[in-house]
């Protein structure tokens, strides 16, 4: 199994230039940089007479200079200098040698017909690795390397196909994760293939629990969308039980049981709740036991006995169901999280007022500027033969402080852009705002004109 990545190499031309005219400097350019680590002798001595490093179209001792002399031939000093790429192996799963060796077959197959590469082979870790360093200028027509979106795709490829001719297992391509909306619409399907048996029920009741069918027979595909917004969904991306045939199946036996009345059944328009019974207001002329027996035992009580039977036999819903928009109540609940943030936000610092926000979000643009220039001084540091390793912790700590103050930064943003809606929006209804009854005296003087 092999991991793959490649990624560019920049450096200004000042710093080459400086490179070119002191070689002693410590601090290499990109490139230099670049092949020093992949030359790095204590990861790539296999024993005391062997390194694995091999040069294509270039001598692998003397790597710099081949490869910057094409550059300066052609006068493409500047800009992306080089590219850098790895494959990685399972621990176990090949020897230095095959390592090695699937690493030069790789790079000749992908870059070895125009391009000058150095392949070294890593032995520091537990998994076998392979760097490649690849010259951006083409030394057979000096043109640059040429990026595209589809450059590591191909770099995999041929390096899956190498492993599987080498018998070596491959990482298989993982699936795209599927948006959570997916499974809630699958939920409101199935309810609504259970509360209904034709297709204007079905639509219904889609629409009862927050979505939007759209099955036109002109269009080739039936989609589904949430009534509050969104991008609309075919059904056939749901999964085949729920495309438009299978949907017409389960709608069809839905019809062949129960009728086509089956959604009026579960979800009645009418809400039918038992009538209380009210004495009349006179009963003259009749007995005190024929009036017993009409309150006890007349025609309302035994509307009473049939409604509780109806209700028990769930032929009438026990209660109104409500009407409830799952989509947009997930979305007023995620602005509910976003303004409770903000909310917290503003009450810790004790804001007085917006400008005071606006003021304190300049000094963290600020911080975070400085501590970018901190961590690009250390990344510069860490290029160099003799970096301290202490180095790397540092930039872990400012890497978490900069992601903090953006976090924050973020929070500070949504506070002033919230205020000032707020603000608009109570402004343009005090203008709105009109009187809805005359004044008093304006009242009495009508009346006397009356």
Not at 273 to 286: E, N, W
Request: with cysteine; glycine share 4%.
């Amino acid at each position: 199994m092999a991991v793959t990545k490649i990624w560019t190499i920049k450096d200004s031309l000042q710093r080459v230039l400086d490179y070119a005219a002191n070689p002693d400097k410590t601090e290499y350019d990109a490139l230099a940089q670049t092949l020093h680590y992949a030359e790095n002798d204590a990861k790539t001595k296999l024993n005391e007479s062997a390194q694995l490093i091999t040069g294509i179209h270039c001598r692998a001792d003397h790597a710099w200079e081949d490869m910057r002399a094409v550059q300066e031939r052609f006068g493409k000093t500047d800009g992306v200098v080089a590219l850098h790429a790895y494959q990685s192996f399972r621990e176990g799963e090949v020897t230095p040698e095959q390592c090695h060796e699937i690493g030069v077959a790789l790079a000749r197959k992908v870059w070895g017909k125009r391009f000058q590469v150095l392949v070294a082979t890593h032995m520091n870790t537990d998994n076998l690795h392979n760097h490649f360093v690849i010259n951006s200028v083409s030394y057979v027509d000096g043109k640059k390397y040429e990026q595209r979106r589809s450059q590591y795709a191909e770099f995999r490829a041929a390096s899956d196909k190498l492993c599987r001719e080498y018998g070596l297992s491959v990482v298989e391509q993982p699936k795209a994760k599927e948006p959570a909306r997916y499974a809630r619409m699958r939920e409101a399907i199935d309810q609504a293939c259970e509360d209904a048996s034709t297709a204007e029920d079905f639509r219904r009741a889609l629409y009862r629990q927050g979505y939007i069918f759209g099955a036109d027979p002109n269009r080739k595909y039936a989609t589904i969308r949430a009534r509050d917004g969104g991008r609309a969904v075919r059904l056939y991306r749901l999964g085949e039980e729920y495309d438009l045939p299978a949907i017409d199946d389960r709608l069809r036996g839905n019809y062949l049981l129960y009728g086509p009345r089956l959604y009026e059944l579960k979800h009645s328009p009418c809400q039918y709740t038992p009538k209380r019974y009210r004495p009349k207001d006179s009963y003259a002329g009749k007995g005190i036991l024929q009036i017993f027996f009409e309150v006890f035992f007349g025609e309302s009580q035994m509307h009473r006995l049939y409604l509780y039977y109806c209700y028990q036999l769930g032929i009438l819903p026990k209660k109104q169901q409500p009407n409830i928009n799952r989509p947009e109540l997930e979305r007023i609940w995620k602005d509910t999280e976003k303004i409770l943030a903000e909310h917290a936000f503003v009450h810790d610092h004790e804001f007085p007022s917006l400008q005071a926000i606006v003021d304190y979000r300049k000094g963290l643009s600020q911080r975070i500027e400085t501590f970018a220039a901190q961590r690009a001084e250390i990344v510069k540091q860490m290029r160099r033969k003799d970096a301290p390793p202490e180095l790397a912790d540092r930039r872990t700590m400012l890497t978490c402080k900069i992601a903090e103050l953006r976090k924050e930064d973020k929070i500070a943003e949504g506070a002033i852009k919230r205020i000032q809606r707020t603000r608009e929006s109570n402004r343009i209804d005090r203008e709105n705002r009109m009187p809805q009854h005359p004044r008093p005296r304006r009242r009495r003087r009508e009346r006397e004109r009356e």
